[in-house]
């Protein structure tokens, strides 16, 4: 059994939002986003649709909803309709368990208005390329990510 996540990698002006989590004894700057959960019914951004029988479910867009829901849990804003897809993983967490891990794009064209509660997401930060490449608090598999962005943007 996997576990699927959904990432976004924000931009604004060439510097790109990372939110400070707490793992164990460490800090570090991870990307925005979370797990897919199972359907919920107040998700009423996923178009629930039933099969010929009426009793399978397929869900549209999963991983982008997921991206959409988690981003507005953590940090209240909405993102943009376009959003692109970047890159993927394959990791095992702390707990053993096998992680695929979905990273998406998006350009913003305004500075977002950011609300964080600090229960869920201590603070935030918005980083350049080269500041998030030099950080000890960055995974890195972020840093291998970015290093290739260039070539793709």
Not at 21 to 43: A, H, N, S, Y
């Amino acid at each position: 059994m996997f576990i699927c996540k959904s990432r976004i990698l924000l931009e604004y002006l060439g510097k790109f939002l990372l939110l400070e989590r707490q793992f164990g004894d460490k800090t570090m700057f991870i990307l925005p986003g979370g797990k897919v959960e199972p359907f919920d019914e107040t998700q009423s951004e996923i178009i629930r649709q039933l099969n010929d029988d009426g009793q399978e479910r397929n869900y549209d867009d999963v991983l982008l909803n997921t991206i959409r829901r988690e981003v507005y849990e953590e940090l209240k804003i909405n993102l943009p309709p376009i959003v692109d897809y970047f890159c993927s993983s394959f990791f095992i967490n702390t707990q053993e368990e096998q992680v695929i891990d979905i990273v998406f794009y998006a350009k913003l064209t305004t500075r977002p208005e950011i609300i964080v509660d600090g229960t869920e997401v201590k603070s935030f930060i918005w980083m350049d390329q080269k500041e998030i490449l030099i950080s000890n608090r960055v995974h890195d598999w972020l840093k291998k990510a970015l290093r290739v962005f260039d070539k793709i943007d």
